[in-house]
């Protein structure tokens, strides 16, 4: 086994950074989807009536 040498590393480094922002963008994609799939069905994210209380 070699030591990676700094060319290695940095291009190593930049593919994290480039994964980290795919992974964030991909996921806002998703998390947007999918709140506009259930806007059109209707369905909220079932926090607003979550803890209102049974007394009322």
Known sequence: MRR?????????????????????AELKRQLGAKKRNKSEHGIDDGTANQFKSNLL
């Open 4 to 24: 990676l040498t700094f060319n290695e590393l940095e291009q190593i480094h930049l593919d994290i950074i480039q994964s980290s922002a795919w992974a964030k």
